[in-house]
């Protein structure tokens, strides 16, 4: 039986973490070499405080201690979510379809086909005739508690995934309900196929009996699947951040394999110039540190 409640902090850890990766298969060399890169960056930004500001080292030391502690709550409560999930669509209370599926569905039947991704994967390409309601979104406001979120999603890998601080709309059911009945067979869709499947839930816990997921979510279709609007390619909508200037992303490196060395040579240039700005930073950073510590001293 699938839990009443809903854990929205979970799913935003689940759905956060699901930016991270990607749904088109990559070596285990390149996984390793992605996640080595973001470690590099998340070290020298470390040390680069701490080499202007000496005394936030304990602050670094206690901040290392609770990415630990966030890193062990976010696999719980993405083991605890993806269960749920996985209920659901075993009991067949949400019912699977393909990407081309869906594109079967929306031209054979006329099923709505609800997209439930925030304005920055939606403004890069959607679905022609698709309605638009987010479940999470952007969060835009600068009070204490939204600031830390912010540091803390930029320190755990935003700065690399270009995933944003998202917060979940609490008007999410009402805005469906004001558009779809409760017996409306609905297609819903995100980019990777986890958000889509949290909107399931509340959906199916809300009374919505004729739900259709679309599993991977947009970025498993091809081009010819669904009919798509927008500037970018439906694999192309959910990246952002350090990884998709530098190319490190799974959806670039199969677009590299089809558009040949060009495309490679540019984001290899790329990752050159971002190294030697980084080491010429941490440099200034260390000589910035000692030159105030003369300063003190004196």
Known sequence: MVDKQLDIDSILLVCRSSNGSSGTPTSHYSQRFALQIRNIGKNMLQQFL???????RQSIVRMQAYEEEYELKQMKDMAAARKRWEALVREEKVKV???REAGYALQLSNKPLLDVRPSTERKKAWVKGSTWIPIFEVDDSFDVVTLSRKTTNFMMGGWWSGVPTLSYDNQFLAKVEQKFLKDAELIVACQKGLRSLAACELLYNAGYRNLFWVQGGLEAAEEEDLVREGPEPFKLAGIGGLSEFLGWTDQQRVAATKEGWGYRLVFSARLVGVFLVADGL?????????????????
């Open 50 to 56: 701490s080499a202007i500001f000496p005394q936030t």
């Open 97 to 99: 379809l393909t990407p």
């Open 282 to 298: 941490f440099i200034s950073a260390q000589q910035l540190g000692r030159y105030l510590q003369d300063i003190r001293s004196h």
